[in-house]
Structures are given as C-alpha cells and as structure tokens.
C-alpha cells in the first residue's frame, strides 16, 4: 500500500525556517518525482518544488527560487523540504507527492499535471 506522509509544518515568524519531511512507505523513491505542493484558503493547489529521481534535477515556483530546497535524505524513502526567509504568503497546507518515471523525468509534467500518489498535509502558517 503506497503512501506519503508529510510533517514538520508549524507556526513560525516571518523571515524563520522550516524543513518539511516526506516520508513513503510501500514504496521507496527510486523511481518516482517527489513534489512539494501548496494550498491557501480559497487558493488553487501550487506546485512548490520538485526532485526527478532520473537526473536529480530540481525545479522550483519562481516564488520560492532562492528561499526553498528541496533535497533526499539518506535513505530512499525521505524527502525534505528546507524553507528558509518565510512569508506570510507563504502560509498554506503543504502536501508531497510522488509521480512515476517511466520514461524519464516526470518532473515538469506532474507540478502542471498532477502527480499519481498524494499524502496528507502539513500546515505551515508565517505570523507577519
């Protein structure tokens, strides 16, 4: 049974830091995307980051780039999520995802698309 856990959302002030963690468990991540995704009160879903497992590239929302990374843990199962200079905008439930690759990076398709296995959130909420 696949599935995806994400945590270490909080509350935090803004310009503080947060490491998000997805961890899978049925499956190890060795051949899906991992996505970080986000969702404000009457927002639409955002694709945050993501990392391919095919080349490790990573890919970031233009409001993120240079605040946010994403990175593997040790182990083929983790994902984390290091947020750093937060906003209040930034404020929202965060979800990971992981996408198949099959026929390589899936990484650009999945944060436009959609990804095939999605975990609960976390919510991360920045006080101004």
């Known amino acids: 049974d696949v599935q995806l856990q994400a945590s270490g959302g909080g509350l935090v002030q803004a310009g503080g830091s947060l490491r998000l963690s997805c961890a899978a468990s049925g499956f190890t991540f060795d051949d899906y995307a991992i996505g970080w995704f986000r969702q404000a009160p009457g927002k639409e879903r955002e694709g945050v980051s993501c990392i391919s497992s095919v080349d490790g590239r990573t890919y970031y929302a233009d409001s993120v780039k240079g605040r946010f990374t994403i990175s593997t843990g040790n182990t083929k199962n983790t994902v984390y999520l290091q947020m750093n200079s937060l906003k209040p905008e930034d404020t929202a439930v965060y979800y990971c995802?992981?996408?198949?690759?099959?026929?390589?990076?899936?990484?650009?398709?999945?944060?436009?698309?959609?990804?095939?296995?999605w975990g609960k959130g976390t919510q991360v909420t920045v006080s101004s």
């Open positions: 995802a992981a996408r198949m690759e099959p026929y390589g990076n899936s990484c650009p398709v999945g944060l436009r698309y959609g990804m095939d296995y």
